[in-house]
């Protein structure tokens, strides 16, 4: 039998749950002012009309404060930091 694993945001991590930070997820905030992490490789495509809207690929549609070249500047900057680039 396979050891029980936590499972959180998207990876193991030997029972112990991810932060956002170990995953390597970007932060956005919601036009609430709540602030939430997404896995910036699950993005389908980003629009403005006129509010940034994300859509993921399993369907879920995030509408964010920042603009699309904020968006994307930030999975740079991530990019930047996993890969060194």
């Known amino acids: 039998f ?3 694993m936590t499972y959180d945001f998207g990876n193991f991590k030997g029972g112990t749950p991810l932060t956002p930070t170990e995953v390597k997820m970007i932060k956005l905030t919601k036009l609430n002012n709540e ?18 809207t994300i859509t993921m690929m399993n ?9 699309i070249e ?6 740079v900057e991530l990019n930047k930091e996993i890969f060194g680039k």
């Open 2 to 4: 396979a050891k029980q």
């Open 35 to 52: 602030e939430f992490y997404i896995n910036p490789y699950q993005i389908e495509k980003i629009e403005c009309h006129p509010d940034t």
């Open 59 to 67: 369907g879920h549609v995030y509408v964010v404060k920042e603009s």
């Open 70 to 75: 904020e968006v994307k500047k930030k999975v």
